[in-house]
């Protein structure tokens, strides 16, 4: 059990458009999930927590405006990247987790690029 | 301010011998440590994990050690197989926040 997936896996998009990554629990119902970025060598950046119902909690410094988190239903989030830009290009993983358990499952990750 | 450290950037091992990683945290309010095992361009995946009311928490090959008056956990693996090798990250999670804080990351290497 425990199996996050998103999608999709890597995407190509040009400087200005949007792009939108989807986050799924596949069978668990995930109360929070969250959103991290990995650079190249580096650990994972929380970017924001999000509760199903309820506004994503950003981590400081992290645009709410550029990254648009949605979270409908126990087992979808979704990221979106509003106007990339080439800094943008990065690595995006998802993970969630069950009522009261600390545990987090990622998902397999979704990596960026903007040209 | 780095509240979880993994001072050992990388850890070469031979087959059959104990790996061992190693991690430090500043944040006495952490209560709930975990660690990941992550392969290139793919999630982290759990591996296993400690609440701060134990001192050890032992799967199979793995087992997990923690000492609160150091603020200092560590990961034994024996006997590392080949397969292990990977980036390994430790977390930490305190508050009810829910939120991890990452490690930097450790990166194992295991000999045939």
């Known amino acids: 059990g425990a199996v996050v997936s998103q999608h999709p896996s890597r995407v190509i998009c040009k400087s200005g458009t949007s792009v939108k990554i989807e986050c799924r629990s596949l069978d668990f119902q995930a109360t929070t999930m969250f959103w991290y970025r990995q650079f190249p060598k580096k650990s994972l950046m929380l970017m924001a927590t999000s509760n199903e119902g309820s506004k994503a909690t950003y981590e400081q410094g992290v645009e709410k405006d550029k990254f648009l988190i949605n979270h409908a239903s126990l087992t979808l989030s979704t990221l979106t990247v509003t106007s990339a830009h080439p800094e943008d290009s990065s690595f995006y993983i998802c993970?969630?987790?069950?009522?009261?358990?600390?545990?987090?499952?990622f998902g397999p990750g979704t990596r960026l690029t903007v040209t | 301010d780095q509240q979880v450290k993994q001072n050992s950037p990388s850890l070469s091992v031979q087959e059959g011998r104990i790996s061992i990683l190693n991690c430090d945290y500043t944040n006495s309010m952490f209560d709930y440590f975990l660690w990941y095992k992550k392969y290139p361009a793919e999630g982290p995946t759990f591996l296993i994990s400690i609440s701060s009311i134990k001192d050890k928490n032992e799967d199979g090959r793995f087992t997990v050690f923690l000492n609160k008056s150091a603020k200092h956990l560590s990961l034994h693996i024996v006997p590392s197989q080949p397969g292990d090798s990977a980036v390994y990250f430790c977390?930490?999670?305190?508050?009810?926040?829910?939120?991890?804080?990452f490690g930097q990351g450790t990166t194992l290497q295991v000999k045939p």
């Open positions: 993970s969630a987790s069950r009522q009261g358990l600390y545990e987090q499952y």
């Open positions: 977390a930490a999670s305190g508050g009810n926040t829910g939120k991890l804080i």
